[in-house]
């Protein structure tokens, strides 16, 4: 059986060994590349220590490790001094994911951005689901995204929240 190898998967393999080569590791939770001799946040867990790119991303982890370790897709060598993978286990209910800095990529699985590599986050369909329009008291058809003044008769607009469902 003869395998190919695309340049995508090239890429991640030469990757994979330029970070190992530079003893550097992936964050647990965001996926971000660590340098381990300056990590400045790690935290100990079972027995083994992991390295954070920042200390909100430590703070997620601490709270719910088994979401970052178990199951999911691999994101390759995170734990320090371990050759095991860590992953993010599936967000329960979540419809979506999205790239914190690529928010035009949307997934229906977790995994990692195709543009930079980071762990896909699940969309906050609640915060997605409601936006708050301005609207004139006066003359309900002057309605804008940001506060300001009715253009026909001067009144402060007023914010008013609707959810996307009423929206379409």
Known sequence: MTHRTTA??????????DRHLRGAVLDPVCGMEVVLATAAHTLDHN???????????RERFRSDPT??????????QSKIGS????SRQSQVG???????????????????????????????????????????????EI?????????ICGMTLEPRTVTLAEEV
Not at 8 to 17: F, K, M, P
Not at 47 to 57: I, K, L, N, P, V
Not at 67 to 76: N, Q
């Open 94 to 140: 979540a419809t979506s994911y999205t790239c914190p800095m690529h928010p035009e990529v949307r997934r229906a699985e977790p995994g990692a951005c195709p543009d930079c590599g980071m762990a896909l986050e699940p969309v906050n369909l609640g915060a997605a689901m409601v936006k708050t329009e301005y609207v004139c008291p006066m003359h309900q």
């Open 47 to 57: 027995g083994q220590t992991y390295a954070f790119c920042s200390a909100s991303c």
């Open 83 to 86: 050759a095991e993978p860590a």
């Open 143 to 151: 309605v804008r995204d940001s506060p300001g003044a009715c253009p």
């Open 67 to 76: 979401a970052y370790l178990a199951g999911g897709r691999d994101r390759g």
């Open 8 to 17: 995508h998967g090239a890429d991640r393999l030469r990757q994979a060994d």
